[in-house]
């Protein structure tokens, strides 16, 4: 296995703490190596976006440590976490969130505008972004004038733009199509193939299937976590 990537240990997430509390992440372990390709699948209610959003730094635990990269980010501000957010990671959610009045460049360059890209070097990724995922015919349509998997991939070629290490796709074909999802599913087993982390989270096992190795959460707890023999040869 390469490096480590994340490294989490102990790790538990509570709201409301006292009676009433909600353990949304109880005592969780987990690292995953730089390249791999995992899933992790739950229901709704299991933790699974809770721990999504403590991998990728959009929320911090109530106790435990956390390791990104080699930084301990348990213990870091916000501005901090942004920074790494920003540098790390590329998120694919399931509701696109694309700015409906930018075309489809637009919204890939949008991010990088915050990071301070230069404008030349801005256009070249954002083509790129979307060549890679085959909307270079589609870099002026708006979201409205796209079907619901070019959007996705519009959403993908944000994320990707950057090259972050890291892709953490929150139930990316949650709101497409067979036909649509299978094409999403490739795309990130492409991206994987030229080296990137991918995380993808669903509650679908069809879907948890398509990567190299599933870790089940039920009840904020890590319940399985197994190398899947098929996807090893694909």
Same mark, same amino acid.
């Given at each position: +296995?390469?490096?480590?990537?994340?490294?989490?240990?102990d790790?538990?997430?509570?709201y409301?703490?006292?009676?009433?509390?909600?353990? $949304? @992440?109880?005592h969780?372990?987990?690292?995953?190596?730089?390249?791999?390709?995992?899933a992790?699948?739950g229901?709704?209610? #299991?933790?699974? #976006?809770?721990? +999504?959003?403590? *991998?990728?730094?959009?929320?911090?635990?109530?106790?435990g440590?956390?390791?990104?990269?080699?930084?301990?980010?348990s213990?870091l501000?916000?501005?901090?976490l942004?920074d790494?957010?920003?540098?790390?990671?590329? !998120?694919? !959610?399931?509701? !696109?969130n694309?700015i $409906?009045?930018?075309? %489809?460049?637009?919204n890939v360059? @949008?991010?990088? *505008?915050?990071?301070?890209?230069?404008?030349?070097?801005?256009?070249?990724?954002?083509?790129?972004? @979307?060549?890679?995922?085959?909307?270079?015919?589609?870099?002026?349509?708006? /979201?409205?004038?796209?079907?619901?998997?070019q959007?996705?991939?519009?959403?993908i070629?944000? $994320?990707i733009?950057?090259? /972050?290490?890291?892709?953490? %796709?929150?139930?990316?074909?949650?709101?497409?199509?067979?036909?649509?999802?299978?094409?999403i599913l490739?795309?990130?087993k492409e991206?994987?193939?030229?080296?990137?982390?991918v995380? @993808?989270?669903?509650?679908?096992?069809?879907?948890?299937a398509?990567? %190299?190795r599933?870790?089940?959460? *039920?009840?904020?707890?890590?319940?399985?976590?197994?190398?899947?023999?098929?996807?090893?040869?694909a």
């Open positions: +296995m390469g490096e480590i990537l994340v490294d989490m240990s790790i538990c997430k509570i409301n703490p006292g009676e009433n509390e909600v353990r $949304a @992440l109880d969780v372990d987990l690292t995953i190596s730089r390249g791999e390709f995992v992790i699948i229901q709704s209610g #299991s933790g699974k #976006s809770t721990l +999504m959003n403590m *991998i990728g730094c959009l929320d911090v635990p109530t106790s440590r956390y390791i990104l990269s080699g930084s301990d980010v213990s501000s916000d501005d901090e942004s790494i957010r920003n540098r790390e990671i590329g !998120f694919i !959610f399931q509701g !696109f694309l $409906a009045n930018l075309t %489809a460049k637009e360059e @949008l991010p990088l *505008i915050y990071r301070g890209v230069g404008q030349k070097e801005r256009h070249e990724l954002s083509e790129n972004a @979307l060549r890679k995922v085959g909307l270079e015919k589609r870099m002026t349509h708006r /979201p409205s004038e796209m079907s619901g998997g959007q996705q991939r519009v959403a070629a944000r $994320a733009a950057q090259a /972050p290490p890291v892709i953490l %796709a929150d139930e990316p074909t949650g709101n497409l199509d067979s036909g649509s999802s299978k094409e490739q795309i990130l991206l994987h193939k030229e080296g990137r982390t995380i @993808l989270i669903t509650h679908d096992n069809g879907i948890a398509q990567a %190299a599933v870790i089940r959460i *039920i009840d904020g707890k890590i319940v399985e976590d197994y190398l899947n023999e098929d996807q090893g040869n």
